[in-house]
């Protein structure tokens, strides 16, 4: 039976700011399997990004601060691990692909120069060997006459090759869990394929867990096995993903699906959901999608319902289930 390689517990990153305090992400659970892609799709502002860069430990402490949880990878609690010893998961056995390389990579260093500062500290090996190192990785990732690549800056390669890049720089070390935070995002069509059928293959020759992060419902379809629907810092549904497409029951997982694009779809107009994610200085009482939620009742405003697994493998959180009232 394959183990779970990551496992969040009840985790709560909260921010301190100027006007109050942000719960980004509250009391939020999931597993990752070993091989296993798991898919955290949600609106901007749901707490995706927060969740991943609190498995980093890359919370600025101030103003942000794990105020609660575990965040168990491998059999270690990383959040009571010293900093040294998560410096040496960080980048080794724990790799992200940051959603803008343009930003992401640093102008004023070579490709190859970034790649191989990862594969220096934690390999121990002489630049030398590093460089070789590098190029097998922008191989791995498909970028061609990748021995000249390896020594060109960032501002000489197109979004697409900066993307690859990006990938050659995580997977370097072989991570056991690649975490991509909107891989696709700021490139075309064609290349956004690319990219994922590039994923999917590293995720085979490495054998690489991957908590994908993204918006696009489209994404997930191809690549994830499970799915976190996260909003507004809390999970309100979560299951397989043929279980997502064939039976979604949470109105915000139903309003996302349905705001995907679609050559069957009788009416021209895009369909969105009213209303956008709320101020996080101010939530509304009870369930926080209550506000845009065509199905609110009392009960939905005056409390708000726990995650609860309504049908095998299958959790929600809405009043709108009985067996979420039992």
Known sequence: MTKDLLEVKNLKTYFNTEDGLVKAVDD????IKEGETLAVVGESG????ITAMSIMRLIPNPPGKII??????DGKDVIKLPDEEMMKIRGNQISVIFQEPMTSLNPVFTVGEQISEAIILHRNVDEKEARKQS???????????ADEIVDSYPHELSGGMRQRAMIAMAVSCNPKLLIADEPTT????TIQAQILDLMRELKKKLKTSIMLITHDLGVVAEMADYIVVMYAGKIVEETSVLELYKNPLHPYTIGLLNSKPAIYKESDRLYSIPG????????PTGC?????????????VQSQPALVEVEPGHKIACWNYKEVTK
């Open 186 to 189: 700021a490139l075309d069509v």
């Open 28 to 31: 939020v659970s999931f597993k």
């Open 288 to 300: 926080y999608f209550n506000p845009r939620c065509s199905k609110c009742t009392d009960k939905c």
């Open 135 to 145: 190029i097998e990785s922008l191989k791995l990732v498909g970028i061609p006459r």
């Open 68 to 73: 609660g949880g575990e965040i168990y990878f």
């Open 276 to 283: 956008q994610v709320p101020n996080p200085l101010n939530m």
């Open 46 to 49: 749901c707490g995706k990004s």
